[in-house]
């Protein structure tokens, strides 16, 4: 007469293996979908090159809301001076490499920026305006103009855009060259 056997440990192992991996595969999703506060900025794919993780870019902001009127202005001089900075040094004639590092820099500037709710305008303005980085010039325009917005959305002068060239110029004096035409950087 057939006797009755119970589950063999090989049977029981690959059981767990499969709830365990269901498990996980479950918990992963679930951590990467934001939650209702955690919005990401929706940017069309075309704005980035293929080697460039975009959810990285445009993923939800990342800083609490900063109530601090004071710190939250102090904070935003501070941060749009080195932002015109970045753009009054960025090369006259990028590589696509630069450019792209340019693109991505503004998009984690917007993600990673320490006022939240600052952040979460910005990334609005990105989308409307997505950063122009073919060039200096170019960049510099772009970044002076998205700066105006904010300063409409605040009430505050608008500023002429036609004279950046020469409040940004940092006093580093012209490029030089290590002779083979590339850049010294130190
Ligand atoms: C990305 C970002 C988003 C922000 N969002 C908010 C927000 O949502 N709410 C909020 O309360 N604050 C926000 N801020 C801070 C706000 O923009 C100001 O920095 C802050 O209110 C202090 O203003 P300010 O009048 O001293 O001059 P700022 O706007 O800080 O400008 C500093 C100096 O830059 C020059 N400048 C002015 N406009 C331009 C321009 N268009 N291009 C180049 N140079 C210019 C002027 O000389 C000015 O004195 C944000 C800051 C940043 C960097």
Same mark, same amino acid.
């Given at each position: 007469m057939p006797v009755a056997r119970g589950p063999t440990p090989r049977f029981i192992f690959i059981l767990l293996g499969a709830v365990l991996t269901g498990i996980f595969f479950l918990s992963s999703i679930h951590k990467s979908t934001p939650s209702?506060?955690?919005? =990401?900025?929706?940017?069309?794919?075309?704005?980035?090159?293929? =080697?460039?993780?975009r959810s990285l870019l445009t993923g939800h902001v990342i800083a609490p809301k900063l109530g601090n009127e004071t710190a939250k202005a102090e904070l935003g001089r501070a941060a749009w001076k080195y932002f015109h900075t970045v753009m009054a040094r960025f090369p006259d004639e990028p590589t696509a490499d630069e450019s792209s590092a340019l693109k991505s820099y503004v998009y984690l500037f917007q993600r990673l920026y320490p006022c939240g709710e600052c952040a979460e305008h910005f990334g609005e303005l990105l989308k409307e305006f997505p950063p122009q980085t073919s060039s200096r010039s170019a960049a510099a325009v772009w970044a002076c103009h998205v700066h105006n917005q904010v300063n409409k959305s605040l009430n505050k002068e608008i500023f002429d855009c036609a004279n950046i060239g020469d409040f940004y110029?940092?006093?580093?004096a012209d490029d030089e060259?290590?002779?083979?035409?590339k850049k010294k950087v130190n």
């Amino acid at each position: 007469m057939p006797v009755a056997r119970g589950p063999t440990p090989r049977f029981i192992f690959i059981l767990l293996g499969a709830v365990l991996t269901g498990i996980f595969f479950l918990s992963s999703i679930h951590k990467s979908t934001p939650s209702a506060h955690q919005t =990401s900025t929706s940017i069309p794919t075309k704005q980035f090159d293929a =080697s460039v993780d975009r959810s990285l870019l445009t993923g939800h902001v990342i800083a609490p809301k900063l109530g601090n009127e004071t710190a939250k202005a102090e904070l935003g001089r501070a941060a749009w001076k080195y932002f015109h900075t970045v753009m009054a040094r960025f090369p006259d004639e990028p590589t696509a490499d630069e450019s792209s590092a340019l693109k991505s820099y503004v998009y984690l500037f917007q993600r990673l920026y320490p006022c939240g709710e600052c952040a979460e305008h910005f990334g609005e303005l990105l989308k409307e305006f997505p950063p122009q980085t073919s060039s200096r010039s170019a960049a510099a325009v772009w970044a002076c103009h998205v700066h105006n917005q904010v300063n409409k959305s605040l009430n505050k002068e608008i500023f002429d855009c036609a004279n950046i060239g020469d409040f940004y110029d940092c006093g580093c004096a012209d490029d030089e060259t290590d002779g083979s035409g590339k850049k010294k950087v130190n």
